[in-house]
Every structure is written in structure tokens, then in C-alpha cells.
């Protein structure tokens, strides 16, 4: 089977400055794909390459059967687009932005009033479609722009930081939406710094610097940066707990939050690793509970893969 998308060796240089740095991957049809990094990593320009809208420096990207750079009008009747900044119109309703994208690829009037219900239902915005967009919460405007993105059935859609900004309870039900799609068959190809996101993702690539430095299924990604166990952490003080311990992390490992407790991925053995964390904390007044072992999670592994780096 030929994959949705198929990247090799993709370069894009700007004035001097190398934003994307030699990128090799491959998505196959119906697969949630997470494309990771921090702000400025190079995750947008890799979109935009795949969309049609830039031309690479070097190297060939394939979407949906077409060359992204010599073919990008093919390319993009086949996908779906959803950029970082909301391109919807304020001052129309949720069901003139959707018609007024849905004809920009030229589709009739009765399939449009068809797949306006469809996706609004689909999209639990069946409610809204008279109301103008500008009065819509950040969430919900969201939403909206993934509606648009998808009303022509795209075979691919590109979301570029879809929930940045967007409440933990909206972030759900959007990612409930974006299942939904895979499971009927459509690639998602999705960029976040949200690292929890990425456990939604069937594979995922991180970049860091304009390079791809881990790349894979989630688990296999997991298992192959932690051969020790993380420990979590509990405490009463968190904030204290994590000043404390981050003043030891040569000795300790590394240290990150996750809620009301901490994550430590530590430097030496599991048991002297424990031995050390209460023996500091004590030390520093600061009271421990439980020290368990726990799942990494995607954040963990690019705080590790990227430190390494």
C-alpha cells in the first residue's frame, strides 16, 4: 500500500538559516500522525512544504500520490488544512465559512448544503451555524476551522497546532473528533508542543533544530529512549520539592512536572535513585510520599532524547 505521505531527505533554507534539516518519514492512510517540538522546531515550515505552499530548498515530498512542489494544485484539492492562525471570516456564521471554503473546491450547491449538516453534526456544531464566527469562544472558532477543513472529505488533513490556546475539556472533544476521522479512513497529520496530545498519535516524529531526532510508534519510541524505570513522585510541596531536587540533577537525573506530582528520570540504579530522593528531600524539610515506578510519558522522552541531543 502507498503511503499517504512519503518524505525523504526534505530541506528548506531560508536567507542562510536551515529550518528544516533533512527530513525523512512516511504516514500511511488512516493514521494519526504527530509531528512534536518546541515553538520554532520546524514543524509549520514542514506543513507548509507538504501543502503546496512553499517550495524545498531540497528533497521530495509525496502527498496523496502527488510531488507536493511540482503538482501542489493536485495536492491541494486532495487535503485539508487547518493553519496555526484561524483563517475563518468574523463576521460570517459557522455555515457561510463552511460554504464559503467548500467552494473554493468547486463543490455544487446541493452537496454543500448536504455535507454542511453532516459536518456540523459530526463537529457538534449543528447549534451554531447561524452564529457569527467573531462571537464564538477560542475553542469553539477551533472547531469551526476544522470543520472547514473537512468539508470537501479531504484524504488528508493537516492540523497545525489545532488545540493551541484551547481549554483541557475542548482539547478532548477535539481529539475525540480527530479519532473519528482516522477511524473512517482519513490521515491526520497533526503538529503540537502539547506532549501529552501525542499519546492520541499512532506514530509520531520529534523534531528539534529542524531535525527529526526520534521517530516511530509511541510505544516503541517509549521503549527505546528508557532502558531505567521513572520514578513519580508525590509530595505535599511540589514546587519546593522540584527547586530542591533541580539543584541536584547531575546526581539525581532529569526532573519535570506532571500535575501534583514529579517525574525523575534518573542517573543511577533504581533503588539508590529512591535512596537519594527521600535522603534529599528530608534534607531540605520537604516531606515525600510515594516513590513509584511509572509509565514515561512523551513529554519525558523529549526532555531525555532532546538533553541527550
Known sequence: MNPAVSVKKLTKIF???????????????????????????????VIRILCGLLEPSSGRAIVAGYDA???????????GYMPQKSALYGALTVAENMEFYSGLYGMEENRIKQRIHEVSVQTELQNMLNNPVSALPG????????ACAIMHEPEIVFLDEPTAGV??????????????????????????????????CHRAALMNNGRIIKEGPITEIKK?????PVFEVETENITKA???????????????????KLHII????????????RSILK??????????GAEPTMEDVFVKVVREG
Open 15 to 45: 536567507n542562510g538559516f536551515t529550518a528544516v534539516d533533512s527530513v525523512s518519514f512516511e504516514t500511511q492512510k488512516g493514521e494519526i500522525y504527530g509531528f512534536l517540538g518546541a515553538n520554532g522546531a520546524g514543524k509549520t515550515t
Open 69 to 79: 512542489a511540482k503538482e501542489p494544485e493536485k495536492v491541494k484539492q486532495r487535503l
Open 139 to 146: 475553542g469553539i472558532r477551533q472547531r469551526v476551522s476544522l
Open 167 to 200: 481549554d483541557p475539556m475542548l482539547r478532548r472533544r477535539f481529539w475525540e473528533i480527530i479519532d473519528g476521522l482516522s477511524e473512517k479512513g482519513t490521515t491526520v497529520f497533526v503538529t503540537t508542543h502539547y506532549m501529552d496530545e501525542v499519546e492520541h
Open 224 to 228: 527505546s529512549t528508557f532502558k531505567k
Open 242 to 260: 522540584y527547586n530542591v531536587l533541580g539543584k541536584y540533577r547531575e546526581k539525581i537525573g532529569e526532573i519535570s512536572m506532571h500535575g501534583a
Open 266 to 277: 534518573p542517573s543511577a540504579g533504581p533503588a539508590a535513585a529512591v535512596r537519594i530522593i
Open 283 to 292: 534534607k531540605h524539610g520537604v516531606s515525600a510520599g510515594k516513590i513509584t
